[in-house]
């Protein structure tokens, strides 16, 4: 009943028969789609699809027909020219993508509180990509890693296809990349992304406390990852919350190779952004608020 409430709620009739029969043909003749992790919680929960709903979050999105096809950053980001490979990137190149990142995230408002803050918002999309991206990372068989390589269908990447081409507050991944798509591999410029984006946040930081370090990524890029186009490798791999340490034992120190203390620091992304209830069931700052838009310790 709360799932068919949100359709109603959308001006569309009620399924014939099941909700399965009728999402899928709502999809495929309309060109809607719902973050899957969105579809499960309201089959499966309907309490929580009637509490989505009435905040507003459970939205629908719209994709052209390709990108409805789509599972991969690659498919679904598609540039005319692109190259899958960086051949030739210069430190002025890389000021210009980081910028771009700074001023679109510099324009956006500076207001943070409990239910709005759009630069933790997308910083958050950004560094969600790139880490889901990278921690199919597997060093014995020598796959996965930053290859712009995600399956966009599982349900731990909820909400990452909209966050790529739509964005969020009006900041979009995919308009950026389509500036840089013709010389600069995705691959690249995910990461790109994302330490433009924790440059900026850790900015924001440093006008609080000045006495603080800076962070350099700038001096350490390597450019030349090469975009996968085929992820069929990297379903499944992502660390289950509900399993705790022993999934981050098994993704990041076993599958990956890091130590324990590699898998504290990297977890530490999480101090930018906040958790969805439609991506992944959970709802909530990592930290309070303000502090969910600056790179810091918080």
């Keep these: ?3 068919r409430s949100v359709i109603q709620h959308l001006g569309n ?3 014939p028969s099941s909700f399965y029969d009728f999402t899928k043909s709502f999809v495929m ?8 992790a969105s579809l499960f919680l309201c089959m499966s929960h309907p309490a929580l699809g009637k509490n989505l709903l009435a905040r507003g979050q459970l939205l629908p999105f719209r994709l052209d027909e390709e990108q409805r ?30 910028q771009a990142i700074h001023d679109d995230l510099a324009a956006l408002p500076t207001t943070c509180n409990v239910t709005y803050c759009p630069q933790a918002d997308i910083t958050g999309c950004v560094l969600r990509v790139t880490g889901h991206d990278f ?9 996965g890693g930053s290859d712009a390589c995600l399956d966009l269908e599982e349900a731990d990447n909820a909400g990452l296809a909209q966050c790529l081409v739509h964005g969020e507050h009006g900041v979009s991944v995919y308009a950026l990349y389509k500036k840089y798509c ?10 790109l992304a994302a330490e433009g984006a ?13 006495d603080r370090k800076e962070v350099d990524f700038k001096s350490q890029f390597h450019f030349g990852r090469t975009t996968a186009t085929d992820c069929d490798f990297a379903s499944h791999v992502l660390p289950n919350p509900e399993e ?6 098994r993704v990041m120190v076993d599958n990956m190779g890091l130590t324990w203390t590699n898998a504290a620091a990297l977890m530490g992304v999480h101090t930018i952004g906040r958790a969805r209830v439609e991506n992944s069931g959970y709802d909530g700052w990592w930290s309070d608020a303000e502090n969910s838009r600056r790179f810091n310790n918080d």
């Design 1 to 3: 009943l709360a799932c």
């Design 13 to 15: 009739t009620l399924p």
């Design 29 to 36: 003749g309309h060109q809607w789609i719902f973050a899957s």
């Design 69 to 98: 096809e789509a599972r991969t950053p690659h498919q679904i980001m598609a540039c005319n020219g692109s190259v899958l490979r960086t051949e030739h990137m210069t430190f002025a190149d890389y000021d210009s993508i980081t």
């Design 135 to 143: 921690m199919d990372y597997n060093p014995e068989l020598i796959k």
């Design 182 to 191: 013709t010389t600069i591999s995705l691959a690249d410029f995910i990461v």
């Design 198 to 210: 924790m440059t900026f946040t850790r900015r924001i930081y440093l006008q609080e406390f000045p």
């Design 244 to 249: 705790s340490c022993s999934d981050v034992k």
